[in-house]
């Protein structure tokens, strides 16, 4: 079992619909959760950070943890065709020395 | 103030050279992380790094791979011998706090550019 797995896509939402990105992961006693956007050719960054079980809102973007099942999810409202990217769901694991990044779902939003 | 940055952009080396690449993390940052990236794939972490040490490198080959973070200057992935299947982009990652500290608190890593390194 991969520690952190994602579909890798590629996923197709038409602008102004939300996305729904997931990621499931394997270590019970993660702590902190990460979703990162890359762009083709580009370095990732971070737009989302969650810790706490539950719903993280931040503009566009809403982040939701549920660690029982093991599994976090970034939905995209509004989708821009800007919002077309890799995103990486990436976890810090328990042992706190290392963040663990999934292998990304490629988003195109059509216009 | 700078962010991350790594040098060089692209490498391009034979099948047994060495390639060395390196990483300066933003000012005020002590801990470095690398990664690789396949084409199409995520980031499989190497290495992460504080100054004078190694933290954890278990994500690191055991053989041809070797990094260091010294006192003064770049953080430096040094890659011996290499072959084809190390093609890949490598990003180096700081932050200014432990991984630690993302238990109860917003943690970030800040990404460099990235070296692209072909091995041909």
């Known amino acids: 079992q991969k520690e952190v797995e994602q579909n890798s896509g590629p996923l197709s939402v038409p602008e102004g619909a939300i996305a729904s990105l997931n990621c499931t992961y394997s270590?019970?006693?993660?702590?902190?959760f990460f979703w990162y956007r890359q762009y083709s050719g580009k370095s990732p960054e971070l737009i989302m950070f969650i810790y706490s079980n539950g719903d993280k809102e931040d503009g566009r973007f809403t982040a939701q943890l549920n660690k029982a099942s093991q599994y976090v999810s970034l939905l995209i409202r509004d989708s821009q065709p800007s919002d077309s990217a890799t995103y990486l769901c990436a976890v810090l694991y328990s042992s706190a020395s290392k963040i663990i990044f999934g292998s990304g779902t490629r988003l195109s939003i059509r216009p | 103030n700078a962010g991350v940055m790594q040098n060089p952009r692209h490498l391009v080396r034979r099948r047994g050279q060495e390639a060395r690449l390196r990483c300066s993390p933003m000012k005020g940052h002590s801990h470095v992380y690398w990664y690789r990236q396949l084409p199409e794939e995520g980031l499989k972490f190497m290495v992460y790094?504080?100054?004078?040490?190694?933290?954890?490198e278990s994500g690191m080959p055991k053989e041809r791979f070797s990094a260091e973070f010294p006192k003064e200057g770049p953080s430096i992935l040094r890659i011996q011998q290499v072959v084809r299947g190390d093609s890949a982009a490598y990003f180096c990652?700081?932050?200014?706090?432990?991984?630690?500290?993302?238990?109860?608190?917003?943690?970030?890593?800040?990404f460099g550019p990235g070296t692209r390194l072909t091995v041909t």
């Open positions: 270590d019970r006693g993660s702590q902190s």
């Open positions: 990652a700081s932050s200014p706090l432990p991984p630690t500290s993302g238990v109860r608190m917003t943690y970030e890593q800040y």
């Open positions: 790094l504080q100054k004078e040490n190694i933290i954890d």
